[in-house]
């Protein structure tokens, strides 16, 4: 019913930059929260950041100030902007949303595939 297909990971070097993105398609109502997590080998999958429908945000910790998390309400997409990245931010990262699916259903949360990021030199 509903597809989330994140984009743009890959290799970059320590001090780079990447831009996620994951929209959301299929049958969808409305859309409150869009998030991303992330989870290393041997490791929990772990929040990195969410933004609701108003632009609320959270961060994890340990991103705070290097990530920005961003969304299209129009295009039920939502982003996320990371500079400053270090070999410990190497994970899949998985976007999140929670969907209504038509007016009379509750919120249901909706998972990506997952996109590699791999920071190394």
């Known amino acids: 019913q509903v597809q989330l297909v994140e984009s743009g990971g890959g290799l970059v070097q320590p001090g780079g930059s990447l831009r996620l993105s994951c929209a959301a398609s299929?049958?969808?109502?409305?859309?409150?929260?869009m998030g991303w997590y992330r989870q290393a080998p041997g490791k929990e999958r772990e929040l990195v950041a969410t933004?609701?429908?108003?632009?609320?945000?959270v961060y994890a910790d340990d991103v705070k100030g290097r990530f920005t998390v961003s969304r299209d309400n129009a295009k039920n997409t939502v982003y996320l902007e990371m500079n400053s990245l270090k070999p410990e931010d190497t994970a899949v990262y998985y976007c999140?949303?929670?969907?209504?699916?038509?007016?009379?259903?509750?919120?249901?949360?909706?998972w990506g595939q997952g996109t590699q990021v791999t920071v190394s030199s």
């Open positions: 999140n949303a929670g969907v209504r699916t038509d007016l009379r259903s509750a919120y249901y949360v909706y």
């Open positions: 299929g049958r969808i109502f409305s859309i409150n929260s």
């Open positions: 933004i609701t429908r108003s632009g609320n945000t």
